[in-house]
Nanobody, 115 residues
Framework: QVRLVESGGGVVQAGGSLRLSCAAS????????MGWYRQAPGKQRELVAQ???????NYADSVKGRFTISRDNAKRMVYLQMNSLKTEDTAVYYC?????????WGQGTQVTVSS
């Protein structure tokens, strides 16, 4: 079993910043990819950012230059630093970890950006 717990969500004004954290626990042997996804009301879940085991990153065009993903392998943590937040960033943010044998998701954390 793998458990992912997100934290750091909340309400912030447009232009502000938040830092999301995701803690992984359980039977994790080889993490290939760690990532953040989001789902706004009435929309499909979409990739925000991901980072591979060798540190390569990939971002959605809408967040490039504003969001930064990072990971701490020893602590089994993945982070998402979100700057210059916009109202359209409002969504539930989910952490995802893909290993050689399992694809795991967290429960999500709400991010609300007010105008």
């Amino acid at each position: 079993q793998v458990r992912l717990v997100e934290s750091g969500g909340g309400v912030v004004q447009a232009g502000g910043s938040l830092r999301l954290s995701c803690a992984a626990s359980g039977s994790i042997f080889s993490i290939n990819v760690m990532g953040w996804y989001r789902q706004a009301p009435g929309k499909q879940r979409e990739l925000v950012a991901q980072i591979t085991s060798d540190g390569s990153t990939n971002y959605a065009d809408s967040v490039k230059g504003r969001f930064t993903i990072s990971r701490d392998n020893a602590k089994r943590m993945v982070y998402l630093q979100m700057n210059s937040l916009k109202t359209e960033d409002t969504a539930v943010y989910y952490c995802r970890i893909v290993t050689s044998i399992r694809d795991s998701w967290g429960q999500g954390t709400q991010v609300t950006v007010s105008s």
